[in-house]
């Protein structure tokens, strides 16, 4: 298959990509905390969360908590937990 890259901005967009390949590069970017990888069925996505993002993702966070303390709700903020899966449904 061949890997092609489709935006350089502040994420990376790449087709293609064997799961082994994805998992040695959470191995060896494991250090780079900023950068977030995300891999569905060959697509891998590599970010660098900008400012702005970490501030949107907070103010989000905190409306969810208070809207969910509101409701009765429980929730588990889990942040930026990584589920490794190497198949997951499509629904």
Do not use: C
Request: net charge negative; hydrophobic share 35%.
């Amino acid at each position: 298959m061949a890997t092609t890259l489709t935006s350089l901005v502040e994420k990376v967009q790449l087709s293609g990509i064997r799961w082994q390949t994805y998992e040695a590069l959470l191995s060896e970017l494991s250090s780079h905390r900023p950068l977030r990888l995300t891999y569905n069925q060959g697509n891998l996505e590599i970010m660098v969360p900008s400012p702005e993002h970490e501030r949107d993702k907070e103010v989000i966070g905190r409306f969810v908590e208070t809207l969910a303390e509101e409701l009765a709700i429980q929730i588990e903020p889990l942040g930026s937990t990584t589920f490794q899966q190497r198949w997951l449904p499509i629904r």
